[in-house]
């Protein structure tokens, strides 16, 4: 039985125009566009959670445009001028985010980004080595700079077990997820757009051209457009190349004298760190199974923690002594393919998803792209 009572029915999930489907990065930046486009309709967003259900709130905050051994990866199952497009998207999608919010409220530092390389794993530097004019010839095109964007730089991290030398980013830089999330609602409330938290959408149907959403405990909704922008979890609504990937994570307390600042990238980006204050976060180990971690259920593994610990302890923090504040885990959209889906599935029904990891670097610009598409049609 319906629980929501005619004065909610008839204030929150009447007469709606535009209805986004989640409250993430993509889903709030595209109903943000869609006010711009349409001033006077009635535009709802959607998201399961009380939060933020995917990533956005979840990530390590990393504003980079991926490592040296990611492009080179790309470069594999991409074309060049498909791989200057992806660094291109996602450098201008982070200085929109920046001009969008505003580097303090971000808490936004550009501190560089490092790449590092295990000792047993000569193979990968030698490659990137090799093929860094190219990966730099590609960077300095994608972002429109003279200066190289990787730079080969001796470790004085005191790691172990790495490389003596790792590859500098100058351009990568840190931010603070939750307060860029609550940045992006705080714009919403303002621009009168309905933001429904604990709304799970659990099926969207089309009845000659009307388009329905099933909301859990309420039931039909009738509305105009759909924007769907659940990413890991667009599955259920949509038949595209696109896959769920959980990513766990974990922080110290704080650590005295951390000698790590920035962020950092190891074994082909599968593992990440950063320093967050005198913390450190660590993240990654998706590859120990791949198939354990492509699910939508949130959750920590000893597996994927116990490497994660080890890492610490052997590498990145051998000779300090620290212990573990918190731990979680976020849910991204990947596929065989790293270019996001934004398209029209169905009519008046359109998609914004597949960011592969790189929700904050091109959550905003998709979201953008889904409101024009929106508009387009």
């Known amino acids: 039985m319906p629980s929501h009572s005619y004065w909610e029915k008839n204030t929150w999930f009447e007469g709606i125009d535009h209805a986004v489907i989640g409250g993430g990065i993509v889903g709030v930046n595209c109903a943000l566009q869609l006010r711009k486009r349409f001033p006077k309709a009635k535009i709802a967003l959607f998201e399961r959670g009380s939060l933020p259900n995917g990533a956005s709130t979840k990530n390590a905050g990393f504003a980079c445009f991926g490592s040296a051994s990611e492009i080179i990866a790309d470069l594999k199952t991409h074309t060049e001028e498909e791989v200057v497009g992806l660094i291109r998207q996602r450098w201008e999608g982070l200085q929109f985010l920046r001009k969008q919010v505003g580097d303090e409220i971000l808490q936004f530092q550009q501190l560089g980004g490092y790449e590092i390389f295990l000792e047993n794993d000569q193979r990968l530097w030698e490659e990137c ?54 940045a992006l609602y705080k714009k919403a409330v303002e621009n009168n757009i309905f933001v429904l938290n604990n709304a799970e959408i659990t099926k969207i149907s089309s009845r000659m051209g009307q388009n329905q959403l099933i909301l859990a405990d309420f039931g039909s909704i009738p509305v105009q457009t759909i924007s769907i922008a659940t990413n890991g979890f667009s599955k259920q609504f ?36 950063r320093n967050v204050g005198d913390r450190l976060l660590f993240g990654g180990g998706r590859e120990l199974d791949f198939n354990a971690e492509e699910t939508t259920e949130n959750g920590l593994t000893p597996l994927v923690q116990n490497k994660l ?19 979680w885990s976020g849910i991204m959209g990947v596929g065989a393919h790293k270019k996001p889906i934004v398209k029209e599935v169905k009519p008046q029904i359109y998609c914004g998803v597949r960011l592969g990891g790189m929700g904050v670097a091109i959550g905003s610009s998709v979201g953008v792209q889904l409101a024009n598409l929106v508009e387009s049609k």
């Open 238 to 273: 949509i038949s595209e190349d696109i896959k769920p990937a959980r990513a766990q994570v974990l922080i110290t307390k704080p650590i005295k004298n951390l000698h790590v600042k920035g962020t950092f990238h190891l074994d082909r980006g599968y593992y990440y760190f």
């Open 129 to 182: 080595v090799e093929k860094l004019e190219l990966v730099n010839r590609l960077a300095k095109n994608a972002i429109s700079t003279k200066n190289d964007v990787f730079l080969v730089k001796n470790d004085s991290f005191s790691f172990k077990n790495t490389h003596k030398q790792l590859l500098f980013d100058p351009f990568e830089g840190q931010l603070h997820p939750g307060a860029m999330m609550n």
């Open 309 to 327: 610990e080890e890492l610490l302890h052997t590498t990145i923090l051998p000779e300090t002594t620290f212990s573990i504040d918190h731990r």
